[in-house]
């Protein structure tokens, strides 16, 4: 039983179980050090991974009879380092973020504790850490924090679902008892991420009564479709009970227009007498950049350039009405920068919760009472890992200049990177120039063709099919060299009309996406010419072929 113990931190603090661990936390560390190359992407070289792979991996392992011991345990850690990806400055593809050291110090705290974040009895720090950081970023949106409520999560993917549980209680108490009715409907843009599709199946609504709301020009939601799509579902018997807006979409960083879509449910809410209907802000990757909602952009005190003073007032008017919202989310495991998984879940109206409790929930203005007054019986989960302690750790280590300073750079080195790709490679060309934010979508071009007539309808189908089928082909080859330059892609970017078919037909594009705090403007020009010999692989391949 002593070996068995050894594997534990010590119950009593002595210096010898303490050390033993900071041995091996150390040899973690160092290892991880010893395979940082900042010029590549990865530790290490690229592991292959055959087809049989994974299948070889289970065939090699069971449950060892006796423990290998710390040391060998260790050993065996480092050696998952090998090949990972890191976040160095050429990391640009999706927001994939580096830890913070506070929010890994946060997250081992949780982890030495071991709180269970169901009940403040059992996990009273990520129970107090929840309530703060609730308050912290309700106050930062502009919720009124007496009022507003929320948890944390299971990712973006998780606040889009509990938004839409609230949306069917607020509308349909008993449909917990019941089950749901057969009429309802959501909305989002064509951009929204597919987090509201599975979250539709999940809850019983099907995936038919998604409304796919068509995008403008500027990637952000057409309002006025909108409208037309809610009124044909109400006119048909429908009733409208969820609206998603995305306030910063993963692809093309398209902010829907929340005030405007508050504007059309109320009108139809009065026109038809309904219930109102439930708008979740999709803030999960965009709602960082609430961060300059109060930025002095006068005086300009962290000094930012005019083009990102631009760019952030750009985003500021679309973020600043995001507390019209009802309900919204913050992925501190993007641009918060906290490791995986910190999701924040935010609620307008914090009593609603009661709907979703299981048990009698009387009072919301939590974290001020004594024993065993915070329960989170509302939630999905039942036990749940204290992730509060990380975003806590961040909110305080960087403090709202921290994240401005971060949040802005990502602008700046994106405008950097359009204007050096515009200028130097004609043939890719940026489609989601009208977003400001942390990603650029780019699109190879054949001669003479482009994206400006692309966008305005005037290729048919098969062209736009061809041009996908050529930015496939770039892909593989960009993606080859992603130890070197890590750009990601995306099959469908947004989508255009074709000239010759009804069809919106998708548009694929590769993306520039900052999200290492390290990648900074004098990193681009590498880039920019990383891309043009990729692109000359593609010619000679094309040359070869042909
Ligand atoms: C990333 C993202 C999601 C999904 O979030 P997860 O944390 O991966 O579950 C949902 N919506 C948007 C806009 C996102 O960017």
Redesign the pocket.
């Known amino acids: 039983m002593k070996n068995i113990q050894q594997l534990f931190q010590s119950e009593d603090g002595n210096i010898h179980q303490r050390e033993q661990l900071l041995v091996l936390l150390e040899k973690i560390v160092s290892s991880l050090d010893a395979l940082k190359d900042p010029d590549i992407t990865t530790l290490g070289p690229l592991k292959e991974r055959p087809a049989n792979f994974y299948r070889e991996l289970m065939q090699e392992h069971q449950v060892p009879t006796t423990g290998i011991g710390l040391e060998e345990v260790v050993e065996q850690l480092t050696q998952l380092m090998q090949g990972h990806p890191y976040h160095t400055h050429n990391f640009v593809t999706n927001?994939l973020p580096m830890a913070s050291i506070p929010g890994i110090l946060g997250q081992f705290t949780n982890a030495l504790l071991n709180g269970n974040n169901l009940w403040d009895v059992y996990g009273p720090a990520a129970a107090e850490c929840e309530v703060k950081v609730v308050a912290m970023m309700s106050k930062l949106v502009g919720y009124d924090y007496t009022k507003s409520f929320g948890y944390t999560t299971?990712?973006?993917?998780?606040?889009?679902f509990s938004g839409l549980r609230l949306a069917i209680a607020k509308q349909f108490p008993h449909a917990k008892e019941d089950g749901v009715p057969n009429n309802l409907y959501c909305f989002a843009s064509e951009n929204?991420?597919y987090?509201l599709l599975k979250s539709i199946e999940a809850v019983g609504i099907g995936s038919k009564h998604l409304v796919r709301v068509k995008a403008g020009r500027d990637h952000s939601m057409d309002v006025a479709d909108l409208h037309i799509r809610m009124t044909e579902v109400i006119e048909n018997g429908g009733i409208p009970i969820y609206v998603v807006a995305?306030t910063?979409?993963?692809d093309q960083f398209g902010i829907d227009d929340v005030q405007a879509i508050k504007e059309v449910t109320t009108s139809l809410e009065k026109k038809y007498s309904l219930k109102p209907i439930h708008i979740h802000a999709?803030?999960?990757?965009?709602g960082f950049y609430a961060f300059f909602n109060d930025y002095d952009f006068k005086n300009n005190p962290l000094q930012f350039e005019q083009s990102v003073l631009q760019g952030l007032l750009q985003i500021q008017a679309r973020m600043q009405h995001l507390a019209i919202a009802d309900s919204l989310?913050f992925?501190f495991?993007?641009l918060g920068q906290t490791p995986y998984?910190t999701?924040l879940f935010l609620l307008k109206e914090g009593k609603h919760l009661e709907l979703l409790d299981i048990e009698d929930f009387d009072t919301l203005y939590v974290g001020n009472r004594g024993y065993g007054s915070y329960h989170t019986g509302y939630t999905l989960e039942c036990s749940r890992m204290g992730s509060s302690i990380a975003i806590f750790a961040a909110l305080q280590a960087f403090g709202k200049e921290g994240y401005q300073q971060l949040l802005a750079n990502y602008v700046q080195v994106n405008l950097v990177f359009r204007a050096q790709l515009t200028a130097k490679i004609p043939l890719l060309q940026v489609v989601n120039a009208t977003t400001i934010g942390p990603v650029t979508a780019f699109r190879l071009y054949p001669d003479g063709l482009n994206w400006q007539s692309e966008q305005a309808g005037h290729y048919t189908q098969d062209q736009i099919e061809h041009i996908n089928a050529m930015n496939a082909s770039f892909f593989e080859i960009i993606g080859e060299g992603r130890e070197e330059v890590f750009f990601g892609d995306t099959t469908r970017v947004c989508t255009v009309k074709a000239s010759d078919t009804a069809q919106s037909v998708p548009i694929a594009a590769a993306k520039f996406f900052s999200i290492s705090p390290y990648t900074e403007t004098a990193h681009i020009p590498n880039m920019i010419d990383f891309l043009q010999e990729k692109l000359n692989v593609l010619e000679a391949a094309h040359h070869a072929y042909s």
Not at 155 to 160: P, R, S, T
């Open positions: 927001v299971w990712g973006g993917q998780g606040a889009v929204a991420h987090s995305t910063g979409a993963t999709d803030s999960a990757l965009g989310c992925d495991q993007k998984l999701s």
